[in-house]
């Protein structure tokens, strides 16, 4: 079992979530919450093994550009290895952001 998030600390309900600026240039764009209370990494491929290149605050949306197999990861929405590509290069576990699926919900990272 694999764990994919810098940690948590405490619940913070009722804050209003944070925008990234890739949500803000992509305003049109859908995006989706991440689990909360989580500082999700973010990674420079679909799966552990790659390395972080930031870590997301807690209470932030992401945007979805496209999903890909990879490194299968147990978090705050159940297990998967579905990887979310929320910028150019930039992936997190899909096991912790709430798309309301256990499946694809974006076209296939190419």
């Known amino acids: 079992m694999t764990t994919d998030h810098a940690g948590t600390t405490g619940n913070d309900a009722g804050q ?20 909360p209370g989580v500082r999700l990494n973010v990674r420079s ?3 552990t093994g790659y390395r972080i290149i930031r870590v997301l ?13 990879g490194t299968t990861v147990s978090g705050y929405y159940g297990t998967s290895n579905i990887w979310d590509c929320i910028g150019n290069g930039e992936y997190v576990s899909d096991a912790y952001v709430y798309t309301g699926s256990d499946g694809y919900i974006a076209p296939r990272c190419s």
């Open 57 to 69: 605050p807690e209470g932030i949306h992401v945007p979805i550009s496209c999903q890909a197999p």
């Open 45 to 47: 491929g679909p799966g």
């Open 16 to 35: 209003e979530p944070a925008a990234t600026a890739a949500s803000a240039n992509t305003a049109a764009a859908r995006t989706y919450p991440v689990a």
